[in-house]
């Protein structure tokens, strides 16, 4: 049974029935009570709720919006509040408006639209309430295009929630964007203004982009920007974990300095003796690991000394970001896949954002690991990641330093990537000895020639570049009947004897490794040439320091000209091997089955810091 009460019409005197036991609730609107009996008469409240809800668009058609005011008013109401509209009367509010869409396309009829496209949690709305939220935004977006792009907003804002919540968000994006290609656009630039920054939580991020890979997946057309979005945004977090932990060694070696003094060697029982050991502790055990996570149960290295808050969140964000993004992309490069071209796209959408994002930002730690899983996944996108870097290391019309950063990633990869066939490493070996020898044949003359040798940092990368993969790999690149490919041993002795003199000019440690495993090997002798090398730096720091005090200068050669400030910005590229050992817990452990630490290609022969 229904009672209507107008507090302006019903006379005093009236006698109400006894409904004060049986109203389960009250739904409020404007100055009328419409008291819902329980018991037998559900489907007649309903009907006469129908036909308030009616009447109401009736009277805004006459530009009186009272009524719908106050229904407007009760939906805005938080999910919390017990005055909220309920489930069943907002169920046929969205019935009764979805056959009379034109009613309240209006000035007056807008805030009841926001109101309803902004319902929140409208999607732990049970089934029946759920399915006719969807069908009413569904009418209002088809008959009123307009209020589409008001819709697409608020679907692309809720990505911070999780997938299990978000799959009806999905439905009515998937909906439109077969309806309305031309939304495209705008999405495209919501999933940008809606991307949680990051500060905010790792949960909001992952979310977000679980979402946005979700969004692709029935949106082709947005997925190279989408992908292109995430990049960005990874990168960036991969950068500024990057630049924490740097401040933090620069710290952590000013601490040392400032502790340890001259005589920092014995005095290790002073009050700083725990610190100190700390950060003694954190850099035999980076040697031995290569880099850890910070917070490694497994009785690894930490660092025990002031981590801040920030390295800790950015790790951990970058860590969670990266494990997903992989976790989603071999789903796309199963042979299926693959065969019917969609696994295809999705690696030539990341080669290319690759090329353009990862490899010209300095110096990026972590995010280069998607091609470094994405690639091992076949061996013809192992090829394929190839011929892209020797395309890169040897394009005319690359800049010097792309180039030599993608020799320097066609050496790490060399080196790390376990699923690499012979066949692959010994191409590659044998492309890098050819170019080498073309290089020395052509140019050794210049030498002698005014300018600097950083005129040859392209020479001198490439060389690195082998003898990185020659640690690594020198095993593979035996034939069956032990004697070197591409007649390496030839190949080195020529080069480490030219005038380029490669070992004085490539990365230090590189070389001593290089020159301990070449002499085991019976490859090259390289240390006389070290030792010379070391002698005329020393000659050439003494002889300036003399010349300083009015003494002759001890000539340097022609690497005079080569400024300090272009060596060192030199050394530095050199010293860049981006697939490094990962310190993210996480990602470490989901590329274990595609990388090689270095125990298991050269443990014999870990260095101990000599050369000999």
Request: charged share 30%; with cysteine; aromatic share 10%.
């Amino acid at each position: 049974m229904m009672v209507f009460e107008s507090n302006n019409k019903r006379p005093a005197t009236e006698e109400l029935p006894d409904i004060e036991s049986k109203k389960p609730r009250v739904d409020i609107v404007g100055s009328t009570e419409i008291y819902v009996e329980a018991g037998n008469d559900a489907h007649f409240s309903d009907e006469m709720y129908r036909k308030f809800i009616k009447n109401a668009l009736d009277e805004l058609e006459k530009n009186d919006p009272m009524q719908i005011n106050a229904i407007t008013s009760q939906i805005s109401l938080s999910a919390k509040n017990p005055d909220r509209i309920s489930t069943k009367n907002f169920t046929i509010l969205l019935e009764v408006l979805s056959n009379n869409i034109n009613k309240v396309d209006s000035s007056k009829g807008l805030p009841l639209i926001q109101c309803i496209i902004n319902f929140e949690k409208w999607w732990e709305l049970p089934d029946p309430a759920l399915g006719k939220y969807i069908f009413f935004i569904k009418v209002l977006c088809s008959s009123i295009p307009k209020w589409w792009q008001d819709v697409a907003m608020i679907m692309i804002s809720s990505f911070i929630l999780s997938s299990e919540k978000t799959t009806q968000h999905h439905e009515l994006l998937k909906y439109f964007l077969r309806m309305i290609p031309s939304s495209m656009s705008y999405i495209d630039s919501y999933l940008i203004r809606y991307f949680p920054n990051k500060n905010d939580s790792k949960k909001n991020i992952v979310n977000y982009i679980s979402n946005v890979l979700m969004l692709t997946s029935y949106c082709q057309e947005l997925k190279f920007q989408a992908w292109s979005l995430i990049m960005e945004r990874v990168i960036s977090i991969d950068v500024e974990l990057q630049n924490e932990l740097d401040e933090l060694d620069d710290d952590i070696d000013d601490e040392m300095v400032d502790d340890d003094g001259d005589d920092s060697d014995e005095d290790e029982d002073d009050e700083d003796e725990d610190h100190s050991g700390a950060e003694d502790d954190a850099e035999d055990d980076e040697d031995e690991d290569d880099g850890d996570d910070f917070d490694d149960a497994d009785g690894q290295e930490e660092y025990n000394i002031d981590l801040t808050q920030g390295i800790k969140e950015l790790s951990n964000k970058l860590d969670a970001i990266l494990s997903l993004l992989s976790s989603e992309i071999i789903k796309d490069m199963t042979p299926e896949k693959l065969e019917s071209g969609e696994g295809i796209g999705t690696f030539n959408t990341l080669t290319t954002l690759f090329k353009t994002h990862i490899l010209p930002t300095y110096y990026t730690r972590s995010v280069q690991y998607i091609m470094f899983h994405l690639s091992q996944q076949q061996l013809e996108l192992m090829d394929s990641y190839l011929v892209t870097l020797i395309d890169i290391s040897f394009a005319a019309n690359e800049t010097s330093e792309k180039r030599i950063k993608s020799l320097q990633y066609l050496g790490s990869y060399i080196a790390r990537a376990k699923k690499l066939s012979r066949t692959q490493i010994v191409f590659v070996a044998s492309y890098l000895t050819s170019w080498l020898n073309r290089y020395v044949i052509e140019r050794e003359e210049e030498v002698n020639q005014p300018g600097g040798m950083d005129r040859f940092k392209h020479f001198y990368a490439a060389f690195q570049a082998l003898c990185y993969i020659f640690c690594f790999r020198h095993k593979d690149l035996r034939d069956v009947d032990g004697s070197w490919e591409c007649e390496l041993d030839k190949f080195f002795t020529r080069m480490v004897i030219s005038k380029f003199n490669p070992l004085k000019y490539c990365n230090e440690n590189v070389m001593l490794m290089f020159a301990r495993i070449a002499q085991e090997e019976d490859v090259a002798y390289c240390f006389s040439i070290i030792e010379n090398n070391n002698n005329e730096l020393l000659r050439g720091i003494m002889g300036k320091a003399d010349s300083s005090r009015g003494g002759t200068p001890t000539p340097m050669g022609p690497a005079t000209s080569w400024s300090l400030a272009t060596r060192q910005q030199f050394i530095d590229l050199q010293s860049y091997f981006p697939y490094d050992p990962l310190f993210l817990k996480n990602y470490k452990n989901m590329m274990k089955e595609y990388y090689i630490e270095w125990s298991e290609a050269g443990g014999e022969y870990e260095s101990d810091g000599s050369d000999e």
